[in-house]
């Protein structure tokens, strides 16, 4: 018996103007799977969620999730933007910010009054976000918000969680929170998971695969797969050293740790693997 794929990558390049920012690429994520999504600024990790969301056609191969193929609007996916916490959400109570969903980019959901409300408080209750229900976002922590975010992406019941980037702008320990909370979900609910970040660390012991891209290319796989020198020098294009240090690992380039080098959002179509693992070489 053959096991369903969350997500089914056949061939796949994705281009954005004139840039192939994933080129033939092919994987498979498996339902109910934890996957940790990495690789440098502009390796192409939203605009992978983008093409599962249905938001970027590929120009070559196939894209399928949960056995379809992808389309704008599947309420099988509970998405966590990376651009989130809008100001204009600031003054919405927790309830109202995760109800606005209902009616909002997830149309099409086939929930009405006391359905509606019973789901809400599901989703609430699922991140332990039922005292965040009448206060303001604006009166919230970055950690409460990011939890109110995570109810939002789970109304309607998905069976696929996108998650980009949650932890940026937490600090370590509100992480390791909303961490684990995502963790207990994926197990309670049976979701796959998706889930991008910088720290390869803060995955480890949590994602059950790790999906590393790299200069268009891309490689899923175990930990102790990927996570090496030959694997990772080709994605980065430059040597790239492992080093493990007490359960922890870290990815250098000569002599520096890659993770601490900062991260930009800027998306101006720049290289990161050029520009910053020269600077890194030569600090
Ligand atoms: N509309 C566009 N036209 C051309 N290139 C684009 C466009 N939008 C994004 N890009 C480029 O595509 C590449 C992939 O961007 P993407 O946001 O998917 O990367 P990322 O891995 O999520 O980056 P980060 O870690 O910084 O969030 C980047 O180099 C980005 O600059």
Redesign the pocket.
């Known amino acids: 018996m053959t096991t369903a794929s969350a997500v089914e990558f056949n061939d796949v390049t994705l281009t ?2 004139d ?1 192939v ?1 994933l080129s033939d690429v092919s994987i498979s994520i498996s339902e109910g799977e934890f996957v940790g999504l990495l ?1 440098p ?8 969620m983008r093409a599962i969301l249905g938001l970027v056609p590929p120009s070559r191969g196939t894209v399928s999730v949960l056995g379809r193929p992808a389309t704008r609007g599947n309420v099988a996916i509970g998405y966590l933007p ?1 651009a989130r916490a809008a100001p204009a959400t600031m003054g919405l109570s927790g309830w109202d910010f995760v109800a606005s969903v209902v009616n909002g980019h997830r149309l099409g959901l086939p929930l009405h009054g006391k359905a509606e409300r019973a789901e809400i408080h599901r989703s609430l209750e699922m991140v332990d976000a039922h005292d965040l229900a009448h206060r303001r976002l604006g009166e919230m922590s970055g950690g409460e918000r990011q939890r109110l975010v995570l109810a939002q992406a789970l109304v309607g019941r998905p069976r696929l969680l996108l998650l980009d ?1 949650p932890l940026i702008s937490l600090d370590p320990h509100r992480g390791q929170e909303i961490l684990a909370l995502v963790r207990r979900v994926q197990r309670e609910l049976g979701v796959a998971v998706l889930f ?1 970040a ?1 720290e390869l660390n803060q995955l480890l012991g949590v994602m059950d695969k790790v999906l590393y ?1 790299g200069r268009g290319q891309a490689a899923l796989g175990a930990v102790e797969d990927v996570v090496t020198s030959p694997v990772l020098s080709r994605l980065y294009g430059s040597q790239i050293d492992v080093v493990h240090v007490n359960g922890r690992i870290f990815v250098m380039v000569g002599g520096h740790d890659i993770e601490h080098q900062p ?3 800027d ?3 720049s290289d990161w693997n050029t520009a910053e693992l020269e600077k890194a070489r030569h600090v």
Request: glycine share 20%.
């Open positions: 954005l103007g840039r920012v690789g600024n502009g390796a192409g990790k939203t605009t992978l990376q980037e991008s910088h891209l991260h930009r959002h998306h101006d179509g």
